[in-house]
């Protein structure tokens, strides 16, 4: 069968690609490398939408996306979610959502079985809803390449985790929503999935990816490296002290500067700034607390704080001692280059979500990724069916030359093992691309970086489970070679990019996009956008 549309992604941006697509009247496959609307960041996301309404004005919605993302936003995308969000939130009710709304936002939060997976209540009932219109899903589908003939995209190859057969499907088009590359990072809220798999699919398909150097983190969340990477909400600190070792409540001290009046306002607002600020004081060799012991006994009542004591309880008794805190990885605000309907530079490609550039700038407002996922999966879906009635069906389907000719090299391989990479890649991106950046730093990573895909060439990987690390391993070295070339390119501070070597914002030369696309050693080449 040849599909009108296949949804690469199982999260809130793939789910409304295809249920917008089905609507359209196409025939929909969604493959989804995990449980449908589970493992994926907006699963375990908060649950909560930024939008203009209930007496925000749309004008304002739209300003705070511009200044939060300092002005590298592709203004034509803010439009299209700052008109198209209320009516696409509101719309999810069709899909059994259930919304709290409120004065410039909505949020399932409520609606979730446990707050730190407050995003199920978004991605459970979509999921559900693509299920019942009968949209046919595979799930443990790890889809690995795009396929061509004519130079326009007729389908996609996708191991079968369980088997690990490589499977071969003809599409007319193609949706990827395959979510960013937490993963390449020790210290991530995101599910173990995120491996940027829809970046480097685009990016070997040809397609041109932005922004990569701009990656979110969370102010807060456990720095005791043995407990889970969760965010911890920066608005508990309107609540309790957050802290230095000497007492000092240093991140309240800059919010007057930053124009704002509470610690929700800079959860919402000024991630990047409070997560330099907390990184500075650790780089300085000052520990940061934040005094949950301090909470009364109410707020342990059923709520996220007690959520994260059972999840902090085999290392500390969260209602007896301060936490040591530390930025956890979050977001990726680049990824493809798309237009307003998520379309690529590559024919028949469509994509949305964390996998795309442009809404967000250099730092992303909190609430706009579900926002986000909804309003341009939506897009993306109706664009891709559109595109398929044009297009006739392919009369054969390429093989998967790509995805063969990396397993027959790995079943021969002799050197390391697929986690054992994916170990020293975290400790390189942790180390050199994380908050505070410096030109050595970015430079020893592209070196190590670069050593490391010459070692992924000869890994060993034999078994279905060893065949998925040494992809993901394969994604994770792209997705950390583009964060470091572009942000090395990059010789300024802004949002979410911070260089201790150019430590302040860049004039108007600097108000540009840094654009990646594959070179002919096959390494990515990034180069300012023309002024």
Not at 39 to 48: C, D, L, Q
Not at 84 to 96: C, D, F, I, M, Q
Not at 140 to 163: H, I, K, N, P, W
Not at 238 to 264: H, I, Q, Y
Request: glycine fraction near 12%; aromatic fraction near 6%; hydrophobic fraction near 40%.
């Amino acid at each position: 069968m040849v599909w009108d549309v296949v949804v690469v992604g199982g999260g809130g941006a793939a789910l409304s690609a295809a249920l917008a697509a089905a609507g359209e009247g196409a025939e929909v496959l969604v493959l989804s490398k995990t449980t449908l609307g589970l493992g994926n960041s907006s699963a375990v996301s908060g649950g909560g939408f930024s939008l203009g309404l209930g007496g925000f004005p749309p004008e304002k919605h739209k300003e705070n996306t511009l200044k939060t993302g300092r002005w590298v936003n592709d203004p034509v995308l803010v439009d299209v979610l700052v008109s198209e969000g209320p009516e696409a939130v509101l719309g999810l009710t069709e899909y059994g959502v259930k919304l709290d709304v409120g004065k410039g936002l909505a949020s399932v939060a409520k609606y979730a079985k446990r707050e730190v997976i407050a995003g199920t209540a978004l991605t459970l009932p979509l999921a559900k809803a693509v299920k019942e219109r009968g949209i046919a899903v595979h799930e443990q589908a790890m889809v690995t390449e795009l396929l061509f003939a004519s130079g326009r995209c007729v389908g996609v190859a996708y191991l079968d985790l369980s088997s690990g057969r490589v499977e071969e499907v003809p599409a007319r088009a193609v949706v990827v929503a395959a979510g960013g590359a937490g993963q390449l990072y020790a210290r991530t809220d995101n599910p173990p999935g995120t491996t940027g798999d829809g970046y480097a699919l685009l990016y070997r398909a040809g397609a041109t990816l932005k922004d990569m150097e701009f990656v979110q983190f969370f102010p807060l969340g456990f720095a005791d490296p043995e407990l889970p990477g969760w965010f911890i909400p920066l608005s508990l600190a309107d609540e309790v002290p957050l802290t230095n070792d000497l007492g000092e409540e240093f991140l309240r001290k800059k919010l007057p500067e930053w124009g704002l009046s509470s610690m929700a306002g800079a959860e919402r607002y000024a991630r990047d700034r409070a997560a330099q600020a907390v990184a500075k004081e650790i780089a300085a060799g000052r520990t940061v607390y934040l005094h949950l012991n301090r909470l009364p006994e109410k707020r342990w009542q059923g709520t996220l704080v007690a959520d994260l004591k059972r999840i902090a309880s085999s290392r500390i008794n969260l209602r007896e001692e301060p936490v040591a805190v530390a930025p956890t990885q979050h977001f990726f605000c680049g990824g493809a280059a798309v237009g307003p309907s998520g379309e690529t530079d590559v024919p028949g490609v469509f994509a949305c979500g964390e996998v795309t550039a442009g809404v967000h700038g250099a730092s992303r407002v909190g609430g706009n990724a579900l926002t986000e996922a909804v309003v341009f999966g939506r897009r993306a879906g109706q664009a891709a069916a559109c595109d398929a009635w044009k297009t006739s069906p392919p009369s054969s389907l390429p093989s998967a030359g790509l995805t063969q000719e990396r397993l027959k090299r790995w079943q021969e391989g002799q050197s390391a093992r697929p986690a054992e990479l994916k170990r020293r890649l975290k400790h390189v991106a942790g180390t050199h691309l994380g908050v505070l950046r410096t030109a050595k730093g970015l430079e020893t990573a592209i070196r190590d970086l670069e050593d490391l895909a010459a070692r992924a060439q000869d890994l060993k990987a034999q078994t279905p489970k060893a065949i998925r690390e040494a992809l993901e391993a394969e994604n994770l070295i792209l997705a950390g070679l583009m964060v470091a070339r572009s942000a090395l390119l990059r010789e300024e501070s802004r949002g979410n990019h911070y260089r201790e070597d150019f430590p302040a914002e860049g004039g108007p030369a600097w108000r540009c996009n840094i654009r990646v696309r594959r070179g002919e050693d096959g390494y990515p080449r990034c180069e300012k956008d023309r002024q």
